[in-house]
């Protein structure tokens, strides 16, 4: 019994350098497998927050964009907003502006008009050779012999017709005048401007008519 246990304890014996150099086999491999697992999970830790630094970094640079876009579009919005109010009101100041013009260009030339129709009520009232006569310096046989005219009545439109065409190119010029000209707001083709002209060549050639008369009287 004696022998056998120490053949058995002899054989454990033997066996520890094996097991002793498998341990120190199986503990070096742990160790290196430990230092790779670690270089392994810090290049993949790594590369990861580089991953997500740039993910992050790229959100951020979309996020200032569209950030940069939107206030843009709200600047370039509000602009189109205040330009279009301020032509609104533009346009409400030409509508009151031409509102007025009209206005006192209407009272301007109803004035003129006024004045005008005023003007030709009084040359054309008919007058009688009393109140045209005109005494000469000197009587004279033919002047003293002539027939009386004064019972008669004379107008003076009897006389236009002759002379209505040496008095109308001279009377052109002084027609245009700066109240007529003002109250048709410059404009030549305006047929209240030619009206208005005319009406003043009547005045002329009436009033001109009643010198002529007057001279002949004398």
């Given at each position: ?6 053949e058995?304890i ?6 520890v ?50 950030t ?31 509102k ?36 000469p ?8 012999c ?23 190119s ?16 410059g ?26 008369v ?5």
């Amino acid at each position: 019994f004696c022998c056998r246990k120490l053949e058995e304890i002899s054989a454990v014996a033997e066996r520890v350098p094996l097991l002793e150099s498998r341990i120190e086999q199986l503990l070096k491999e742990k160790s290196e497998f430990e230092i790779r697992f670690a270089a392994q999970r810090e290049e993949l830790e790594h590369a990861l927050e580089e991953s997500l630094a740039e993910t992050l970094s790229k959100y951020k640079e979309q996020s200032d964009y569209w950030t940069g876009k939107q206030a843009a579009l709200e600047q370039s919005l509000e602009r189109a907003k205040a330009e279009i109010s301020q032509h609104l009101m533009e346009k409400e100041d030409m509508k009151m502006k031409a509102k007025l013009e009209r206005a006192d260009l209407e009272r301007r030339l109803t004035s003129s008009i006024d004045h005008v129709q005023m003007l030709n009520s009084q040359i054309n009232k008919s007058r009688r050779d009393v109140e045209c006569e005109a005494r000469p310096r000197h009587v004279s046989k033919y002047v003293a012999c002539r027939p009386n005219s004064r019972s008669k009545s004379t107008t003076i439109a009897k006389v236009i017709d002759a002379n209505f065409v040496p008095i109308k190119s001279t009377f052109i010029e002084k027609a245009l005048t700066a109240d007529v000209y003002d109250a048709c707001d410059g404009s030549y083709s305006n047929g209240k401007f030619f009206s208005l002209v005319c009406a003043r060549m009547n005045l002329s050639v009436k009033a001109s008519s009643l010198e002529i008369v007057i001279r002949r009287h004398d």
